[in-house]
């Protein structure tokens, strides 16, 4: 709406705050003749699963106000659909919103490299799309300084505005804190929260790495059971994702085994208490790789992504399809030699284009009828 400058009055509401919520709920016309002038309003409620019968009042609005688009959004997406969403069948559009993607928080931070970063992207998009020619670098330097502080500190809108790294630490551990208590202690109502906690920070050391539900269960003596509910909460609190495999030949290739994401960088560095700037730290691959699947997500949702590997440990980090199109992603820093499964893929599905993911490198080849095109990770 702000790119492509929409007109109409705009508010934006946090239903968290008492006073709000009360006039909502017992006056939903005056709350929004509160804001209305003449002509359009744009109605941003956050955290609308707090109001009580959040979903009924929503109704009222709704039909009573024809030139008043609402935009409805809170950190629960279960709470979202429980509570609310059944009394609008037929009346509403879901997406959606992540934390700030690599482009959104380079606009917060310097506008004119936001800029090339998506000029960067949408030539990605093209080669993806059939395209032989990309874009080369520029201004690398620069634009990997603030991706080295991206994939340290995340995209929470209130940690991007921060100045100094104590001050985004503190939000964060904040963020999580109240995490913890509103939506998986007090919504949720899961009382061993400490387990809970244990949890997350085992799935934070293994980011991009394949994940068992009995190996979690026996090492933090949490049931069975209860890790499934633990991962379901932290899936549709917008925490993690669970990445599922691609596979066509059921006898050598993996297909069911997933691999874990989290959807904010610096929640999982936070998690793990460990904010190392990148050249420092051990786990640069992993990082790298995660940045990579969640700028997947966000910005090229039209493909579906997934990850390959056989019973023989051969593996591709991410394969990515649309329509017929089938693209092998291989995540490879500085130095680091292509494992036998980009080849063995290359061999087993002869993709017409692959990608292979480095810091900073840029180059073009073939494998066999493939053509390989080498590009810095903050193309995605």
């Given at each position: 709406?702000?790119?492509?400058?929409?007109?109409?009055?705009?508010?934006?509401?946090?239903?968290?705050?008492?006073?709000?919520?009360?006039?909502?709920?017992?006056?939903?016309?005056?709350?929004?003749?509160?804001?209305?002038?003449?002509?359009?309003?744009?109605?941003?409620?956050?955290?609308?699963?707090?109001?009580?019968?959040?979903?009924?009042?929503?109704?009222?609005?709704?039909?009573?106000?024809?030139?008043?688009?609402?935009?409805?959004?809170?950190?629960?997406?279960?709470?979202?659909?429980?509570?609310?969403?059944?009394?609008?069948?037929?009346?509403?559009?879901?997406?959606?919103?992540?934390?700030?993607?690599?482009?959104?928080?380079?606009?917060?931070?310097?506008?004119?490299?936001?800029?090339?970063?998506?000029?960067?992207?949408?030539?990605?998009?093209?080669?993806?799309?059939?395209?032989?020619?990309?874009?080369?670098?520029?201004?690398?330097?620069?634009?990997?300084?603030?991706?080295?502080?991206?994939?340290?500190?995340?995209?929470?809108?209130?940690?991007?505005?921060?100045?100094?790294?104590?001050?985004k630490i503190t939000i964060l551990k904040n963020i999580f804190s109240l995490y913890v208590e509103k939506d998986v202690?007090?919504?949720?109502?899961?009382?061993?929260?400490?387990?809970?906690?244990?949890?997350?920070?085992?799935?934070?050391?293994?980011?991009?790495?394949?994940?068992?539900?009995?190996s979690l269960s026996s090492e933090l003596k949490i049931s069975y059971d209860?890790?499934?509910?633990?991962?379901?909460?932290?899936?549709?609190?917008?925490?993690?994702?669970?990445?599922?495999?691609?596979?066509?030949?059921?006898?050598?290739?993996?297909?069911?085994?997933?691999?874990?994401?989290?959807?904010?960088?610096?929640?999982?560095?936070?998690?793990?208490?460990?904010?190392?700037?990148?050249?420092?730290?051990?786990?640069?691959?992993?990082?790298?790789?995660?940045?990579?699947?969640?700028?997947?997500?966000?910005?090229?949702?039209?493909?579906?992504?997934?990850?390959?590997?056989?019973?023989?440990?051969?593996?591709?980090?991410?394969?990515?399809?649309?329509?017929?199109?089938?693209?092998?992603?291989?995540?490879?820093?500085?130095?680091?030699?292509?494992?036998?499964?980009?080849?063995?893929?290359?061999?087993?599905?002869?993709?017409?284009?692959?990608?292979?993911?480095?810091?900073?490198?840029?180059?073009?080849?073939?494998?066999?009828?493939?053509?390989?095109?080498?590009?810095?990770?903050?193309?995605?």
């Amino acid at each position: 709406m702000i790119e492509k400058q929409v007109e109409g009055e705009k508010a934006f509401i946090d239903l968290y705050l008492p006073d709000y919520r009360k006039t909502f709920e017992e006056n939903p016309i005056d709350f929004v003749k509160r804001f209305k002038k003449e002509g359009k309003l744009f109605l941003f409620l956050d955290e609308v699963q707090k109001a009580k019968d959040a979903g009924e009042k929503l109704k009222i609005i709704y039909d009573n106000f024809p030139d008043v688009k609402i935009f409805i959004s809170g950190s629960s997406s279960l709470e979202l659909k429980t509570k609310i969403l059944s009394e609008l069948v037929g009346r509403l559009f879901l997406f959606n919103l992540y934390t700030f993607n690599f482009y959104e928080f380079l606009l917060a931070k310097d506008e004119s490299l936001a800029k090339i970063v998506k000029e960067k992207r949408e030539s990605l998009r093209k080669f993806l799309e059939g395209s032989d020619d990309i874009s080369p670098p520029s201004f690398q330097e620069e634009i990997l300084k603030y991706w080295k502080e991206y994939v340290a500190f995340g995209g929470y809108p209130e940690v991007v505005k921060a100045k100094s790294i104590e001050e985004k630490i503190t939000i964060l551990k904040n963020i999580f804190s109240l995490y913890v208590e509103k939506d998986v202690a007090g919504f949720f109502g899961i009382t061993e929260t400490s387990k809970f906690e244990d949890l997350v920070k085992v799935l934070a050391f293994n980011i991009s790495n394949l994940i068992s539900i009995s190996s979690l269960s026996s090492e933090l003596k949490i049931s069975y059971d209860n890790v499934e509910k633990y991962l379901e909460i932290l899936t549709h609190t917008y925490i993690i994702s669970l990445l599922k495999p691609f596979f066509k030949n059921l006898t050598t290739e993996i297909k069911k085994a997933s691999k874990i994401y989290f959807l904010d960088l610096g929640l999982r560095n936070c998690a793990i208490d460990n904010f190392l700037e990148f050249d420092k730290r051990v786990d640069k691959g992993e990082l790298s790789e995660n940045f990579v699947f969640r700028e997947l997500l966000s910005n090229f949702e039209e493909w579906k992504v997934n990850f390959w590997r056989t019973t023989g440990k051969a593996e591709i980090d991410f394969i990515v399809r649309k329509n017929e199109q089938i693209i092998p992603i291989e995540v490879k820093l500085a130095g680091e030699k292509l494992g036998k499964g980009f080849y063995s893929f290359i061999k087993s599905y002869d993709p017409e284009r692959a990608i292979i993911v480095s810091l900073d490198g840029f180059e073009k080849k073939n494998i066999n009828k493939t053509l390989v095109q080498k590009i810095p990770v903050y193309y995605f």
